[in-house]
T-cell receptor, first 112, second 115 residues
């Protein structure tokens, strides 16, 4: 069974204090690893897809990286508006569907 | 461009009742998926439909059913509601199914409360 574990559960940062969020996964045949951002009362917002170990993607202050066992979401010089829950999900196997298996998410709070 | 739209946004039902949730995908997207998100947890896969055919089903009881219409919109039905069905129900759409470069785009969900 596919498993996704995110750590830490919650992270509090001072504005400008860079850090990383971790996503460890166990899957059979990774087809893609996805990062989403979710604000309270909203649906997840797509950020990145990573397909193979060594791949990196960047968007503004966010950078996602992928190894064979985990992914990191690096946040450089965060701002209060980066406060949200960050979800990691994997798509795996050979089935004819796009089922995503999500982790529990990491709640990030950035203080001004 | 309009994103994924879901209705209603909030719903309160009593145990044993039935509920229907609705979803309209992004224009041009042919696949719709449904997820359940309990407070403090990540979304959990319920169903995926593509071109009106069921392409995947998660580990949910038969009380949960869904369908996709010719215009690609979708409905999720839940019968005999239990207190544990209280959750945020998310609909997501994608261009294709089964490929990683067609990410899911989510709506803002329907908050279902069962009393």
């Amino acid at each position: 069974e596919d498993q996704v574990t995110q750590s830490p559960e919650a992270l509090r940062l001072q504005e400008g204090e860079s850090s990383s969020l971790n996503c460890s996964y166990t899957v059979s045949g990774l087809r893609g690893l996805f990062w989403y951002r979710q604000d309270p009362g909203k649906g997840p917002e797509f950020l990145f897809t990573l397909y193979s170990a060594g791949e990196e993607k960047e968007k503004e202050r966010l950078k996602a990286t992928l190894t064979k066992k985990e992914s990191f979401l690096h946040i450089t010089a965060p701002k209060p508006e980066d406060s949200a829950t960050y979800l990691c999900a994997v798509q795996a196997g050979t089935g004819a569907n796009s089922k995503l298996t999500f982790g529990k998410g990491i709640t990030l709070s950035v203080r001004p | 461009d309009a994103g994924v739209t879901q209705s209603p946004t909030h719903l309160i039902k009593t145990r044993g009742q039935q509920v229907t949730l609705r979803c309209s995908p992004i224009s041009g997207h042919k696949s719709v998926s449904w997820y359940q998100q309990v407070l403090g947890q990540g979304p959990q896969f319920i169903f995926q439909y593509y071109e009106k055919e069921e392409r995947g089903r998660g580990n949910f009881p038969d009380r949960f059913s869904a369908r996709q219409f010719p215009n690609y919109s979708s409905e999720l039905n839940v019968n005999a509601l239990l207190l544990g069905d209280s959750a945020l129900y998310l609909c997501a759409s994608s261009l294709f199914v089964g490929v990683g470069n067609s990410p899911l785009h989510f709506g803002n969900g329907t908050r279902l409360t069962v009393t």
